[in-house]
């Protein structure tokens, strides 16, 4: 059973930057691809990035481009969302999700899901 656990979300001032962690335990996480969604109440989940098995591939939302990167450690079984120049629209509550041999291009698929870390930015 793969387990994704977040943390890293906080409360942050507009133009300020947090780097979310999501772990993952229970099986070959080198194959995985990985991806990152957010929620706000009373919206419907949206995509945010997403990453290939290595790294070496990357996909945005085109309202966080310039701002947020993903990256993964696949020795640590981390996958990484750096958040900068914050905005309040950016608050949500953050998940990450992964599917094993998956293609990151439609994340959305993904079999697993953390439980997710709220993300909250004042203005």
């Known amino acids: 059973q793969v387990q994704l656990v977040e943390s890293g979300g906080g409360l942050v001032q507009a133009r300020g930057s947090l780097r979310l962690s999501c772990a993952v335990s229970g099986r070959t996480f080198s194959t995985f691809a990985m991806g990152w969604f957010r929620q706000s109440p009373g919206e419907e989940r949206e995509f945010v990035a997403s990453?290939?098995?290595?790294?070496?591939?990357?996909d945005y939302a085109d309202s966080v481009k310039g701002r947020f990167t993903i990256s993964r450690d696949n020795a640590k079984n981390t996958v990484y969302l750096h958040m900068d120049s914050l905005i309040p629209e950016d608050t949500a509550v953050y998940c990450c999700?992964?599917?094993?041999?998956?293609?990151?291009?439609?994340?959305?698929?993904?079999?697993?899901w953390g439980q997710g870390t709220q993300v909250t930015v004042s203005s």
């Open positions: 990453i290939d098995w290595s790294g070496g591939r990357t």
């Open positions: 999700a992964a599917d094993p041999g998956g293609d990151y291009r439609y994340i959305d698929e993904a079999t697993y």
